[in-house]
């Protein structure tokens, strides 16, 4: 690995920004909690309030069934005394859901650019990721290319190129309509040419269920892999939170198709109910690299499964 660290103090604001946006400030859980038992005693009424919770919260049934039957075993062997056994029973439970999606992205150093091929639906947030992470990866020290592999509308690629512009980063475009593949397969040697650390590829949304595009993300894949057999080094799906079950659908399709090696998971901060995280974790298990809560560079942060869980339990008095 080579590049900087992180400042500890950007990291401090990130979270207090994560608590206050997840859910608009109102954890579910918490708020929830303590009215799920009125006079303080937890039983299967409680459990089974809580677990409709769940659901709407987003976390999906087969996961929602895996916390409360953790929560059933704990009851049973009455280690679910009051409202405080309660919450750290769930907070235990979250935290090994999302412990082992906890792995940042780290930069190797091959034989060429590390490339990182972006994936999503429209409008997720892919170019805004790029720009993000072109950001993060230039004040850690790196140098960053993207490639231009949204050919699909001509705004897409004068977004990108107005934001390598804006920031003095390199971006190699093609016109409308060209073959995404030949733009980042062009990307890759202008890359190699000028020594390039990284490696940022767009390309243009498509619906898990649209076969021909989703082949072409395929083909996109392998004619990276020939350039430089290492590569693509991350394949990243962005999703958007605020989709709920459908960004569950999506990443499996997408996972199927392409083999993701990671995930950022944008718009936190809007209607989200931040249960998806744990859905995701549960069933697919690729790893999470960033969450975004906003669109300004610093509201992309790597995922930490304990800040996550603590902004999701956090209530008023802790914040
Ligand atoms: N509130 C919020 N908006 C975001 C976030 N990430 C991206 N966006 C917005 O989502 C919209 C679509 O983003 P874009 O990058 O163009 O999506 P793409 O079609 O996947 O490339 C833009 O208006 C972004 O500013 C986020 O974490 N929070
Ligand atoms: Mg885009």
Same mark, same amino acid.
């Given at each position: 690995?080579?590049?900087?660290?992180?400042?500890?103090?950007?990291?401090?604001?990130?979270?207090?920004?994560?608590?206050a946006?997840?859910?608009?400030?109102?954890?579910?859980?918490?708020?929830?909690?303590?009215?799920?038992?009125?006079?303080?005693?937890?039983d299967?009424?409680?459990?089974?309030?809580?677990?409709?919770?769940?659901?709407?919260?987003?976390?999906?049934?087969?996961t929602?069934e895996?916390?409360?039957?953790?929560?059933?075993?704990?009851?049973?062997?009455?280690?679910?005394?009051?409202?405080?056994?309660?919450q750290?029973?769930?907070?235990?439970?979250?935290?090994?859901?999302?412990?082992?999606v906890?792995?940042?992205?780290?930069?190797?150093?091959?034989?060429?650019?590390?490339?990182?091929?972006?994936?999503?639906?429209?409008?997720?947030?892919?170019t805004?990721?790029?720009?993000?992470?072109?950001?993060?990866?230039?004040?850690?020290?790196?140098?960053?290319?993207?490639?231009?592999?949204?050919?699909?509308?001509? &705004?897409?690629?004068?977004? =990108?190129q107005?934001?390598? !512009? #804006?920031? *003095? /980063? %390199? @971006?190699?475009?093609?016109?409308? +309509?060209?073959?995404?593949?030949?733009?980042?397969?062009?990307?890759?040697?202008?890359?190699?040419?000028?020594?390039?650390?990284?490696?940022?590829?767009?390309?243009?949304?498509?619906?898990?269920?649209?076969?021909?595009?989703?082949?072409?993300?395929?083909?996109?894949?392998?004619?990276?892999?020939?350039?430089?057999?290492?590569?693509?080094?991350?394949?990243?799906?962005?999703?958007?939170?605020?989709?709920?079950?459908?960004?569950?659908?999506?990443?499996?399709?997408?996972?199927?198709?392409?083999?993701?090696?990671?995930?950022?998971?944008?718009?936190?901060?809007?209607? &989200?109910?931040?249960?998806? =995280?744990?859905?995701?974790? !549960? #069933?697919? *298990? /690729? %790893? @999470?690299?960033?969450?975004?809560? +906003?669109?300004?560079?610093?509201?992309?942060?790597?995922?930490?499964?304990?800040?996550?869980?603590?902004?999701?339990?956090?209530?008023?008095?802790?914040?």
């Amino acid at each position: 690995m080579f590049g900087k660290k992180e400042k500890p103090e950007k990291k401090e604001g990130f979270i207090k920004r994560l608590r206050a946006r997840i859910n608009k400030g109102d954890s579910w859980l918490t708020y929830d909690l303590a009215n799920l038992a009125p006079g303080g005693k937890i039983d299967e009424d409680t459990l089974e309030e809580l677990e409709s919770l769940l659901v709407m919260a987003d976390v999906g049934v087969d996961t929602t069934e895996r916390i409360i039957q953790d929560l059933q075993k704990k009851l049973a062997r009455k280690e679910l005394k009051d409202v405080e056994a309660l919450q750290q029973g769930l907070r235990n439970i979250l935290r090994e859901i999302l412990a082992p999606v906890e792995k940042p992205l780290t930069i190797e150093k091959p034989d060429g650019p590390f490339v990182i091929l972006m994936v999503g639906v429209n409008g997720a947030g892919k170019t805004t990721t790029i720009g993000k992470l072109a950001r993060r990866f230039r004040d850690q020290g790196y140098s960053v290319m993207l490639a231009a592999g949204d050919t699909f509308r001509a &705004a897409a690629v004068e977004q =990108l190129q107005a934001w390598g !512009d #804006r920031n *003095g /980063v %390199p @971006v190699i475009a093609q016109h409308a +309509g060209a073959d995404p593949a030949a733009v980042i397969f062009d990307a890759m040697d202008a890359a190699r040419a000028r020594d390039v650390d990284i490696l940022l590829a767009d390309t243009a949304g498509r619906l898990q269920s649209q076969t021909g595009l989703m082949d072409e993300l395929a083909k996109v894949k392998r004619v990276i892999s020939r350039r430089d057999e290492t590569a693509p080094h991350e394949i990243m799906l962005v999703l958007d939170a605020s989709q709920g079950q459908n960004a569950l659908v999506q990443a499996e399709k997408f996972h199927e198709a392409l083999g993701l090696t990671g995930l950022t998971v944008t718009k936190l901060d809007g209607s &989200a109910k931040g249960g998806i =995280l744990l859905g995701i974790a !549960d #069933r697919i *298990g /690729v %790893p @999470v690299r960033f969450i975004g809560i +906003g669109e300004a560079a610093e509201d992309m942060q790597p995922f930490s499964a304990e800040d996550f869980v603590d902004a999701l339990l956090a209530s008023g008095h802790q914040s």
